[in-house]
């Protein structure tokens, strides 16, 4: 092709479309297996979604058993170690006490 000139289409004119042209859409027909496929994929994803569901439901049940376990006892424990400290009794219940809840007796010696 020369500068300048523009060579004839295929039909002998410039811009000229042949007849058994069909413009790509985008989209292509999917054989019959891809929908088979397609379903598949669906069903493990929503076993998937379910699992995940019920494993997220089965830890927030253990996380709200335990603070409903745990936080009062921390909270028995904070106020019995207060209670000593104002009594004066640290040094009689401080050893029993921290033996039975070691984390409302602060640790000494850091």
Do not use: C
């Not at 000593?84 to 033996?99: F, K, W, Y």
């Amino acid at each position: 092709m020369a500068r300048g000139r523009r060579e004839p289409a295929p039909n002998g004119q410039p811009g000229a479309v042949p007849h058994d042209f069909v413009p790509f859409s985008g989209a292509t027909a999917e054989p019959a297996r891809a929908g088979l496929f397609a379903g598949l994929i669906r069903m493990v994803g929503a076993e998937v979604e379910q699992i995940a569901r019920q494993a997220l439901t089965t830890a927030i049940a253990s996380l709200k058993q335990n603070l409903n376990e745990k936080v009062p006892q921390l909270v028995d424990g904070a106020v019995q170690n207060l209670a000593d400290r104002v009594t004066g009794q640290n040094e009689v219940s401080g050893a029993a006490h921290s033996v039975k809840n070691p984390i409302a007796t602060p640790a000494v010696g850091f």
